[in-house]
């Protein structure tokens, strides 16, 4: 009967947290719009991460070999050719503008029947800062140049390459994006809420009301588990919604994993509000030492650009921060159909963190 009376208390608190959020403007907006913003503007650029090319194309042929060739250019997805070029001069000052990757000659001879067959040489032309470019441009004309000379002449190949799809999925960029936003919700959800109304609620003496009253830390902790929880879960679920309708995102693994997985991150996450919220007297104690503590993990854990990019030792140091294996096992879920069995490490992590973080959040705890 006394735990069923306890339970309730705590079931009472995350009621009014809920309520306390849903009337609260700024809080709906930090909480729900504010991650949203980012995934539009992160989708929005993974969309257009098309690679193409500015150039221009100078034909001085006459051969109608060199005119299909500037027709399939014109054709051609990622070079966009600048037709109003049509001179060296102009080529090379928008090259040295910027305005122009490349610039393709088609030299007089190009197209002209030698051996019985039309043959030449189409040259690239480009600018020192442009060198990586010129390569790719190269490579694109190299292909283009390969079939055509395979209509022409009907020479058997002695070398030749086929390609075999693997049953492994990749990801896109998208996929590192998404779950790195889900990281950011769940800092936000986490750790900028009891940051912030933790201070509020002291400056307005509620919580010194609140400790003559029976209530037990635990308690309050507890309800402000499962109200950030609820919040947290509701915020990933419009930006999982958004994600899937706007920007197609595919999941390949189960959502009965990947929930109660992400149930753990925010509740592991929330302890570090909760620490900080708890000790700080004012917003101008928490404001500073939150900001300490959440940039390094935003810009460590992989929440707005993968952590294979970094050096491999620091790889391996920022996987022990509490919030990389939040988004690594929840990429691993998403893009690689991995289980809950599947996640140990990260699990393992996570949990210390969770004894860790909710040991010192206890104990440096003030009502007032």
Do not use: C
Request: charged share 15%.
């Amino acid at each position: 009967m006394i735990i069923k009376q306890k339970l309730y208390t705590v079931w009472v608190f995350s009621t009014i947290s809920l309520k306390r959020l849903f009337r609260d403007k700024l809080a709906l907006f930090f909480t729900f719009l504010f991650p949203l913003i980012f995934l539009f503007v992160f989708g929005a650029l993974n969309r257009n991460n098309s690679v193409s090319f500015n150039v221009a194309i100078i034909s001085s042929s006459d051969s109608a070999i060199a005119s299909d060739f500037i027709k399939s250019a014109n054709d051609n997805k990622i070079l966009k050719v600048n037709k109003e070029v049509t001179d060296f001069s102009s080529a090379n000052q928008l090259m040295s503008r910027g305005e122009l990757d490349a610039t393709i000659e088609l030299p007089k001879d190009f197209g002209a029947v030698k051996s019985n067959q039309p043959s030449g040489q189409a040259i690239v032309h480009y600018t020192q800062n442009n060198e990586q470019a010129a390569q790719t441009i190269t490579s694109i004309l190299d292909a283009q140049f390969q079939a055509m000379n395979s209509e022409i002449t009907k020479a058997p190949k002695p070398f030749s390459v086929t390609k075999e799809q693997t049953n492994k999925h990749s990801l896109s960029a998208f996929d590192y994006t998404f779950t790195g936003l889900l990281g950011f919700a769940i800092l936000g959800a986490g750790i900028f809420g009891p940051m912030n109304y933790f201070p509020e609620l002291k400056k307005m003496g509620i919580l010194r009301r609140l400790h003559t009253t029976p209530l037990r830390v635990w308690q309050y902790f507890l309800s402000a588990m499962l109200s950030n929880a609820v919040t947290g879960l509701l915020s990933i679920g419009v930006m999982f919604v958004v994600a899937l309708v706007v920007f197609d995102l595919k999941v390949i693994g189960s959502y009965l994993s990947l929930i109660p997985f992400l149930v753990f991150g925010i509740v592991m996450v929330l302890g570090v509000g909760l620490a900080l919220g708890g000790w700080a007297k004012n917003e101008r104690q928490a404001a500073p030492l939150g900001n300490i503590v959440v940039f390094p993990m935003m810009f460590l854990s992989g929440t707005f650009f993968p952590r294979f990019l970094m050096p491999e030792w620091l790889q391996s140091l920022t996987f022990y921060i509490p919030l990389t294996p939040v988004i690594d096992g929840a990429r691993m879920i998403m893009s690689e159909g991995k289980t809950l069995l599947d996640l140990g490490p990260q699990l393992g992590v996570m949990a210390i963190w969770f004894v860790i973080i909710y040991s010192i959040a206890f104990k440096v705890f003030r009502w007032e």
